[in-house]
């Protein structure tokens, strides 16, 4: 795929070149120009790339921030800032977008997410693999700060579950799961071999009102609040009392841009755990019925689905994070709940008035 990229050429500009990625002080709005990075996000048309490209483009600019994909953008996401088409398997043409755009953050989220890596491993394997490798090389060659996500899905059976802490036996069971721990490591091998500034979290389950879920083992949790609203009966295909750590999208994509601009200095980590609330399928769904006492829940229970958050944690030990760099949740359960159906049914009530 690639010849005679490899990082090694690089590594003294690496240095010098890190001075001028941009790092704004936390807590300002928005910064100055000069201290602006100008930010790559792949795989930006799932369920979190748009939030984050909307959080980063009021603080950073909107011209400062491409959304890529290898999708169409619906019209809203297509006049709202920059959009390109970008295939992190395609090496030469990543490179030549990040050189042409003078990229100096990269946000990796392009990915196969768990359920659907268990039926094509194959696909995710040359997407969560290959594809972190020409990004790990092109971050490294220019230079770049990297972001790449990690999930609760890259810890398994054997690992401690309640809590799960930072370091620990890691052995997941899926494609997924294990493509996620190589990405971890890797990044952190680059980091030290090479300087990579590589930045990594592990979100939970993550909770959002106008994004759709990806084809996760935590999708039920989102497709709740819609079924809710819409019929008031949902069919959960995870059993009633699967505890899993989850978050409102507000808090990950607020996690996302604070962990980015925390000064290197003060990660003592490079991948760090970031909890906010775990729940179950019968706790989320009394919590809605508070307000929609008429929904009723059924459980089909999927067979992959089940083992795969079986063996995922039922709560993520987050000390380091708040100790490093300040992570502080702001959305418990009932405050998710409040946020999602308020989202959820003003969503309705627009697309019926239309
Ligand atoms: N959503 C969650 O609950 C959650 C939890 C933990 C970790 N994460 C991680 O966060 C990241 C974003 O998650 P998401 O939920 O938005 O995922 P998603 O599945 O909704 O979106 C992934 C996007 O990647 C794109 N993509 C696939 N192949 C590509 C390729 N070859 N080149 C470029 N783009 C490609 C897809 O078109 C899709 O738009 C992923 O890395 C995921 O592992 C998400």
Same mark, same amino acid.
């Given at each position: 795929?690639?010849?005679?990229?490899?990082?090694? =050429?690089?590594?003294?500009?690496? &240095?010098?070149?890190?001075?001028?990625?941009?790092?704004?002080?936390s807590g300002?709005?928005?910064?100055?120009?000069?201290?602006?990075?100008?930010?790559? !996000?792949?795989?930006? +048309?799932?369920q979190l790339?748009?939030g984050l @490209?909307?959080l980063?483009?009021?603080?950073?600019?909107?011209?400062?921030? !491409?959304? =890529?994909? !290898?999708?169409?953008?619906?019209?809203?996401?297509?006049?709202?800032?920059?959009?390109?088409?970008?295939?992190?398997?395609?090496?030469?043409?990543?490179?030549?977008?990040?050189?042409?755009?003078?990229? =100096?953050?990269?946000?990796?989220?392009?990915?196969? +997410?768990?359920?659907?890596?268990?039926?094509?491993?194959?696909?995710?394997?040359?997407?969560? !693999?290959?594809?972190?490798?020409?990004?790990?090389?092109?971050? &490294?060659?220019?230079?770049?700060?990297?972001f790449?996500p990690s999930t609760i899905?890259?810890?398994?059976?054997?690992?401690?579950?309640d809590p799960t802490p930072d +370091?620990?036996?890691?052995?997941?069971? &899926?494609?997924?799961?294990?493509?996620?721990?190589?990405?971890? %490591?890797?990044?952190?091998? #680059?980091?030290?071999?090479?300087? %990579?500034?590589?930045r990594c979290l592990r979100y939970p389950g993550i909770i959002s009102a106008?994004s759709?879920?990806?084809?996760?083992?935590t999708?039920?949790a989102v *497709?709740?609040f819609?079924?809710?609203?819409?019929?008031? %009966?949902?069919?959960?295909? %995870?059993?009633?009392?699967?505890q899993l750590p989850m978050m409102y999208i507000d808090d990950c994509l607020r996690a996302t841009l604070e962990f980015l601009e925390a000064?290197?200095?003060t990660l +003592?980590n490079?991948t760090y755990n970031i909890h906010a609330m775990s729940f179950t399928?019968?706790g989320l769904?009394?919590e809605? *019925?508070?307000?929609?006492?008429?929904?009723?829940?059924? #459980?089909?229970?999927?067979?992959?689905? *089940?083992?795969?958050?079986?063996?995922w944690p039922m709560a993520l030990e987050d000390t380091a994070a708040r100790r490093d760099w300040g992570w502080k949740h702001e959305y418990d359960l009932a405050e998710l709940v409040q946020a999602v159906l308020a989202h959820?049914?003003?969503?309705? *009530?627009? @697309?019926?008035?239309?």
């Amino acid at each position: 795929m690639h010849a005679g990229n490899r990082p090694h =050429s690089s590594v003294a500009r690496l &240095t010098s070149s890190m001075r001028g990625v941009g790092s704004c002080a936390s807590g300002a709005s928005s910064c100055a120009d000069a201290d602006r990075p100008k930010v790559l !996000i792949t795989g930006g +048309l799932g369920q979190l790339g748009v939030g984050l @490209a909307k959080l980063l483009r009021r603080r950073f600019g909107e011209n400062n921030v !491409i959304l =890529s994909d !290898i999708r169409k953008p619906p019209n809203h996401v297509y006049h709202h800032g920059p959009f390109i088409f970008s295939d992190v398997l395609d090496y030469t043409s990543l490179r030549e977008t990040v050189v042409n755009n003078n990229v =100096s953050w990269l946000v990796h989220y392009a990915a196969v +997410l768990s359920a659907v890596g268990e039926n094509n491993v194959a696909l995710a394997k040359e997407v969560n !693999i290959t594809g972190l490798h020409n990004v790990l090389d092109i971050a &490294t060659e220019h230079g770049l700060r990297l972001f790449v996500p990690s999930t609760i899905g890259a810890f398994g059976p054997s690992s401690p579950r309640d809590p799960t802490p930072d +370091l620990c036996v890691q052995r997941p069971r &899926t494609i997924y799961g294990v493509s996620k721990v190589h990405a971890e %490591l890797m990044g952190e091998y #680059y980091h030290h071999r090479y300087g %990579l500034d590589f930045r990594c979290l592990r979100y939970p389950g993550i909770i959002s009102a106008d994004s759709e879920p990806g084809g996760g083992t935590t999708d039920y949790a989102v *497709q709740i609040f819609h079924a809710a609203v819409k019929s008031g %009966l949902f069919e959960c295909n %995870l059993r009633s009392d699967t505890q899993l750590p989850m978050m409102y999208i507000d808090d990950c994509l607020r996690a996302t841009l604070e962990f980015l601009e925390a000064p290197a200095e003060t990660l +003592l980590n490079r991948t760090y755990n970031i909890h906010a609330m775990s729940f179950t399928p019968h706790g989320l769904a009394q919590e809605i *019925q508070r307000v929609l006492p008429d929904l009723k829940v059924t #459980y089909n229970v999927d067979a992959v689905r *089940q083992a795969i958050a079986d063996g995922w944690p039922m709560a993520l030990e987050d000390t380091a994070a708040r100790r490093d760099w300040g992570w502080k949740h702001e959305y418990d359960l009932a405050e998710l709940v409040q946020a999602v159906l308020a989202h959820v049914t003003t969503g309705n *009530q627009l @697309a019926r008035a239309h």
